[in-house]
C-alpha cells in the first residue's frame, strides 16, 4: 500500500520570499506523484505530475517539484510567492499502472501555506 | 464550458435524516469518484464508479450509497447510520483511457453540516 507524509501542516511566508512544502512518500511499487491545490471552499486543481521522464517538473502558477527516489520525497517549491498562492495544498500518490488502469489517488494531509504582506 | 457541478454547495442536515449530494459532470468521463474531507485529514475517498451501473466502495464507505444510472451523474446519499457526517465533499471525474494517467478534475464541493 501507499502512504504520503506532508511534513508541515503550517507554512507562513512573506510575500516575495521562496517557499518549499514537503512530501515524502512510502511504496513498494512504482508510483505517480502529484501536487493539488485547493483553495477556501473549492475543489482541487491539479498543480503539476510526475508520471516518469525528468526529475525536475515544472506546474501551473510557477511551481515546481522535484521527485527523489532515493529520498521517497517529491518536495513543492516557487522562487518567490505571491499573496494570491495563499491555499491549502495537498501531495497525492498513485500506484503506476501498465495501462488504462484505475489510478487510486493517496492525499496527504495537506499544508496550509500563508502568505503575508 | 466542461466541468463538474456540484449541488448544493452548503448542506444542513438534522440528525437521523437521509440526504442526497448531486455530482454531475459534462466531461465524458467514464469515471466517477466520492471523497470525504476533514480538516487535517486530506481527502479519503468514499465510492468509485468505472462505468455506467457498476460501483466500489472506497476506503470508507460504511454509511453512504451511491448510484451510477447516468454516465453525467453519481449522487451519493449520506445515510442516518453515518455516525460523524459532517464535512466537506468531493466529487471527481476521469476519463479511462489506455495512457499512464487519468486525470481526476473536481468539482467545486458540498459543505453538509449536521446540526
Known amino acids: 500500500a501507499q502512504s504520503v507524509t506532508q511534513l508541515d501542516s503550517q507554512v507562513p511566508v512573506f510575500e516575495e520570499a521562496p517557499v518549499e512544502l514537503r512530501c515524502n512518500y512510502s511504496?513498494?511499487?512504482?508510483?505517480?506523484l502529484f501536487w493539488y491545490v485547493q483553495y477556501p471552499n473549492q475543489g482541487l486543481q491539479l498543480l503539476l505530475k510526475?508520471?516518469?521522464?525528468?526529475?525536475l517538473v515544472k506546474g501551473i502558477n510557477g511551481f515546481e517539484a522535484e521527485f527523489n527516489k532515493s529520498q521517497t520525497s517529491f518536495h513543492l517549491r516557487k522562487p518567490s510567492v505571491h499573496i494570491s498562492d495563499t491555499a491549502e495544498y495537498f501531495c497525492?500518490?498513485?500506484?503506476?499502472?501498465?495501462?488504462?488502469?484505475?489510478?487510486?489517488?493517496?492525499f496527504g494531509a495537506g499544508t496550509r501555506l500563508a502568505v503575508h504582506p | 464550458d466542461g466541468g463538474i457541478t456540484q449541488s448544493p454547495k452548503y448542506l444542513f442536515r438534522k440528525e437521523g435524516q437521509n440526504v442526497t449530494l448531486s455530482c454531475e459532470q459534462n466531461l465524458n468521463h467514464d469515471a466517477m469518484y466520492w471523497y470525504r474531507q476533514d480538516p487535517g485529514q486530506g481527502l479519503r475517498l468514499i465510492y468509485y464508479s468505472q462505468i455506467v451501473n457498476d460501483f466500489q466502495k472506497g476506503d470508507i464507505a460504511e454509511g453512504y450509497s451511491v448510484s451510477r444510472e447516468k454516465k453525467e451523474s453519481f449522487p451519493l446519499t449520506v445515510t442516518s447510520a453515518q455516525k460523524n457526517p459532517t464535512a466537506f465533499y468531493l466529487c471527481?471525474?476521469?476519463?479511462?483511457?489506455?495512457?499512464?494517467?487519468?486525470?481526476?478534475?473536481f468539482g467545486p464541493g458540498t459543505r453538509l453540516t449536521v446540526l
Open positions: 497525492a500518490v498513485s500506484k503506476a499502472v501498465v495501462s488504462g488502469g484505475y489510478n487510486k489517488l493517496i
Open positions: 471527481a471525474s476521469s476519463g479511462t483511457s489506455g495512457g499512464l494517467y487519468n486525470e481526476q478534475f
Open positions: 510526475y508520471l516518469s521522464g525528468s526529475t
Open positions: 511504496s513498494s511499487v512504482s508510483v505517480y
